[in-house]
């Protein structure tokens, strides 16, 4: 693939249908590689689209490249692969003042691919930057794997853990807890680097660690400095007069909250003219996107106390600086939000559907709430009919077809 996102394991008709994307100006979503798919329909029937179909066809493809599972199966993709290649990465922490004054252009373009981790009480961030190695670099012929992070190793990985579980009931200690983990990981100086070559799997992915609850936004690059900067001053309740103060105006209050690190700050291209743009693609109409991804670990299962303000804060500032969320994320954006934010496309997405599914087989309660409208459920489609805790951590959700009789032999 030209691009990937943190992981590989996923299935790819998952990551398309989701928007899954990596972080770099040269590339977009994932999506971009797809060329052509094939749909298996409600009716059961296969029909082909391809990305320079005309009318029908065409409208088909840009729902189908990211559908949300809700047109029907994806039962095989062609792709514009490229060649294997390495990339030869440099990695740095510094002070976010550093990377605020490279934005956008010294920053996101210095290399192929460049993604950044912010974090929000010591106020640094680490840039890691990657270039492919040209196949007569001799300097480059051999893989040098970096020496494995702190938290890569077997105690920093359950001492972090163990960490993030005792703030679950002292959450003040999140900034020391990120000052030691940054600084344990990437080095406490400003200016540690790390370097290495690797093939492009496995240099551009990356170890999630621990089970996670993401909340991820597409926003304009070009409000990025201003983003990080209104959410550092509202997270760590900056007085004016800070060095690092600016109005946030974000209508929350952050007292006694504390929160996980670090913020995930990626990029993609502009979509491209010249390519089919799926009819729900999250990213920015008219510029390069910058994805702000904030992260909550869950350690042992455990939601930390302050989700729901962290996300009900982060996601009124995303909506102020004209986001979309990711569709793979934990948002909280209704069909009213999503109506608003995506307009034409998704009512086009919905007529699409209608014409593909008119009795819902592949409609759920997740796709009622947020990509339907607020009507009684279509006779093939799934309702929830209970969601409780489940042993271990995670919820257990109960749905039914109301439209088909258990009983019924041949529902
Ligand atoms: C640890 C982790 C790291 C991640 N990192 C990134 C990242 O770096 N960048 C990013 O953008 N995203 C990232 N994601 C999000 C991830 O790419 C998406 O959640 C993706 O959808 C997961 O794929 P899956 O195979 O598990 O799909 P599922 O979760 O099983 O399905 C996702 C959706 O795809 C639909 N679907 C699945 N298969 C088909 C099919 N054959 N036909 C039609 N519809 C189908 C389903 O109906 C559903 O709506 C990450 C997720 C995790 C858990």
Redesign the pocket.
Same mark, same amino acid.
């Given at each position: 693939m030209p691009s990937?996102?943190?992981?590989d394991e996923?299935?790819?008709? !998952? @990551? #398309?249908?989701?928007?899954?994307?990596?972080s770099s100006l040269a590339h977009g979503?994932?999506s971009e590689a797809v060329v052509g798919l094939r749909?298996t329909r409600a009716d059961g029937r296969t029909v082909d689209c391809a990305a320079d179909d005309d009318d029908d066809g065409g409208e088909l493809f840009r729902g189908?490249l990211l559908?949300? !599972? @809700? #047109?029907?199966?994806?039962?095989a993709l062609e792709l514009r692969v490229v060649p294997a290649f390495r990339l030869r990465w440099h990695q740095t922490v510094d002070a976010d003042r550093r990377l605020f004054a490279a934005w956008p252009r010294r920053l996101w373009s210095q290399a192929e691919f460049v993604r950044v981790w912010w974090f929000p009480y010591t106020r640094r961030a680490v840039v890691w930057r990657a270039d492919k190695v040209a196949d007569d670099d001799d300097d480059d012929d051999d893989d040098d794997d970096p020496p494995p992070g702190w938290c890569d190793r077997p105690l920093g990985f359950h001492l972090y853990r163990n960490l993030l579980l005792l703030a679950h009931w002292l959450p003040r200690l999140l900034p020391w807890i990120e000052w030691f983990v940054c600084g344990m990981q990437y080095g406490f100086g400003d200016g540690a680097a790390t370097s290495a070559t690797q093939p492009s799997a496995r240099a551009l992915l990356m170890n999630?660690l621990y089970a996670?609850t993401?909340n991820?936004w597409a926003v304009p690059l070009h409000r990025g400095p201003e983003a990080l900067r209104r959410l550092g001053a509202w997270l760590a309740r900056l007085p004016p007069g800070h060095p690092d103060y600016v109005e946030h105006g974000i209508p929350f209050s952050a007292d006694g909250l504390w929160v996980h690190a670090p913020v995930e700050v990626?990029v993609a291209a502009p979509a491209r003219p010249a390519r089919p743009r799926p009819l729900l693609d999250p990213t920015v109409d008219d510029g390069p996107t910058l994805?702000l991804n904030a992260t909550l670990y869950r350690p042992y299962g455990r939601d930390p106390p302050c989700r729901d303000r962290y996300y009900a804060a982060f996601e009124w500032l995303m909506r102020d600086l004209g986001g979309r969320p990711?569709w793979?994320?934990n948002f909280t954006a209704g069909r009213e939000d999503l109506d608003a934010m995506y307009g034409p496309r998704l009512a086009r997405f919905r007529r699409l559907r209608h014409a593909l599914d008119p009795d819902g087989l592949?409609l759920g309660p997740?796709h009622r709430e947020h990509l339907m409208p607020d009507e009684p459920p279509l006779p093939l489609e799934e309702v929830q009919t209970d969601c409780c805790p489940a042993p271990g951590g995670g919820l257990r959700v109960f749905g039914c077809v109301p439209g088909c009789d258990a009983d019924d032999e041949d529902p």
């Amino acid at each position: 693939m030209p691009s990937l996102g943190s992981i590989d394991e996923q299935s790819l008709a !998952g @990551a #398309l249908a989701t928007g899954t994307h990596g972080s770099s100006l040269a590339h977009g979503l994932l999506s971009e590689a797809v060329v052509g798919l094939r749909l298996t329909r409600a009716d059961g029937r296969t029909v082909d689209c391809a990305a320079d179909d005309d009318d029908d066809g065409g409208e088909l493809f840009r729902g189908a490249l990211l559908s949300l !599972g @809700a #047109l029907g199966v994806v039962v095989a993709l062609e792709l514009r692969v490229v060649p294997a290649f390495r990339l030869r990465w440099h990695q740095t922490v510094d002070a976010d003042r550093r990377l605020f004054a490279a934005w956008p252009r010294r920053l996101w373009s210095q290399a192929e691919f460049v993604r950044v981790w912010w974090f929000p009480y010591t106020r640094r961030a680490v840039v890691w930057r990657a270039d492919k190695v040209a196949d007569d670099d001799d300097d480059d012929d051999d893989d040098d794997d970096p020496p494995p992070g702190w938290c890569d190793r077997p105690l920093g990985f359950h001492l972090y853990r163990n960490l993030l579980l005792l703030a679950h009931w002292l959450p003040r200690l999140l900034p020391w807890i990120e000052w030691f983990v940054c600084g344990m990981q990437y080095g406490f100086g400003d200016g540690a680097a790390t370097s290495a070559t690797q093939p492009s799997a496995r240099a551009l992915l990356m170890n999630c660690l621990y089970a996670q609850t993401v909340n991820e936004w597409a926003v304009p690059l070009h409000r990025g400095p201003e983003a990080l900067r209104r959410l550092g001053a509202w997270l760590a309740r900056l007085p004016p007069g800070h060095p690092d103060y600016v109005e946030h105006g974000i209508p929350f209050s952050a007292d006694g909250l504390w929160v996980h690190a670090p913020v995930e700050v990626r990029v993609a291209a502009p979509a491209r003219p010249a390519r089919p743009r799926p009819l729900l693609d999250p990213t920015v109409d008219d510029g390069p996107t910058l994805y702000l991804n904030a992260t909550l670990y869950r350690p042992y299962g455990r939601d930390p106390p302050c989700r729901d303000r962290y996300y009900a804060a982060f996601e009124w500032l995303m909506r102020d600086l004209g986001g979309r969320p990711h569709w793979a994320k934990n948002f909280t954006a209704g069909r009213e939000d999503l109506d608003a934010m995506y307009g034409p496309r998704l009512a086009r997405f919905r007529r699409l559907r209608h014409a593909l599914d008119p009795d819902g087989l592949f409609l759920g309660p997740w796709h009622r709430e947020h990509l339907m409208p607020d009507e009684p459920p279509l006779p093939l489609e799934e309702v929830q009919t209970d969601c409780c805790p489940a042993p271990g951590g995670g919820l257990r959700v109960f749905g039914c077809v109301p439209g088909c009789d258990a009983d019924d032999e041949d529902p």
